[in-house]
Nanobody, 122 residues
Framework: VQLQAFGGGLVQAGGSRRLSCIASGRSFNIYTLAWFRQAPGKGREFAAAIRYGTSATYYSDSVKGRFTISRDNAKNTVYLQMDSLQPEDTAVYYC????????????????WGQGTLVTVSS
């Protein structure tokens, strides 16, 4: 699976941004898909995931209630709608795919996109 993320950019605090990640290659709808993020000088952390089949979603505490992950299997695309953005959300955002039915840690994801930078100004 090849993943390519889009949609990063500069946004003011309190604003919104939607990221997209398009997959190609193997069958898209069998994977759990996720967004991770890496802030400057910090490690890569889990943000949100959506399971295949049930499309159940999972969020880190830091984004819960502000971010929404969704997927469109027909378009081989996963989205991350980010609302009420804050400067601490500034990071490179990576989409990832896992063959596991429930995966929320970095080590469980086999496929990664190239990342897209989101900068939130105060």
């Amino acid at each position: 699976v090849q993943l390519q993320a889009f949609g990063g950019g500069l946004v003011q605090a309190g604003g919104s941004r939607r990221l997209s990640c398009i997959a190609s290659g193997r069958s898209f709808n069998i994977y759990t898909l996720a967004w991770f993020r890496q802030a400057p000088g910090k490690g890569r952390e889990f943000a949100a995931a959506i399971r295949y089949g049930t499309s159940a979603t999972y969020y880190s505490d830091s984004v819960k209630g502000r971010f929404t992950i969704s997927r469109d299997n027909a378009k081989n695309t996963v989205y991350l709608q980010m609302d009420s953005l804050q400067p601490e959300d500034t990071a490179v955002y990576y989409c990832a795919a896992s063959g596991k039915n429930l995966a929320t840690t970095r080590d469980e994801y086999e496929y990664w996109g190239q990342g897209t930078l989101v900068t939130v100004s105060s």
